[in-house]
């Protein structure tokens, strides 16, 4: 009888064992999050540094993300302006620049919200390149403790 529970023991445990590396198998091949790796590798071509100036040499830096083929970039309220003496400026000109080029490309401030810290861009020529908008994800299908990369 020892025996005989012994051996179902080890055939039961040898069997979750298997289930176990079934499913991490299946979990590492088909659900599997991406890397940080590759989340760049697909839209490092969909975010843009973005340069305001000013003509009193007052420059701000920041970053980009391209929603639309039409040339659309969101980014932040407090890249495209600047405050002196408590008011509310915006700079006179706006670039942005690819990750794979070295020249930046002129934009024009659409409109901006600075309450919700957002602003809206347009690049004010046709790059003679495929634009490549991001691929916007539904926070709907968010469970807690998910990995959420933004850019």
Do not use: C
Not at 83 to 96: E, G, P, S
Request: aromatic share 12%.
């Amino acid at each position: 009888m020892n025996k005989q529970r012994t051996l179902f023991f080890t055939i039961a445990l040898v069997a979750m064992a298997f289930a176990v590396a079934t499913f991490s198998l299946l979990n590492a091949l088909v659900w599997r999050l991406p890397t940080a790796k590759e989340v760049f590798a697909n839209t490092s071509q969909s975010v843009v540094e973005v340069k305001a100036q000013t003509g009193e040499n007052l420059t701000s830096y920041g970053s980009a993300v391209l929603i639309g083929k039409e040339g659309y970039f969101v980014s932040n309220a407090h890249v495209v302006t600047y405050t002196q003496l408590t008011i509310q400026h915006k700079f006179d000109k706006y670039y942005v620049r690819f990750s794979f080029e070295n020249d930046y490309r002129e934009a024009t401030l659409v409109n901006y919200d600075s309450e919700i810290d957002v602003a809206l861009l347009k690049l004010t020529d046709t790059p003679e390149f495929k634009l490549k908008p991001i691929s916007l994800g539904s926070s709907e299908k968010l469970k807690s403790g998910d990995k959420v990369y933004t850019p």
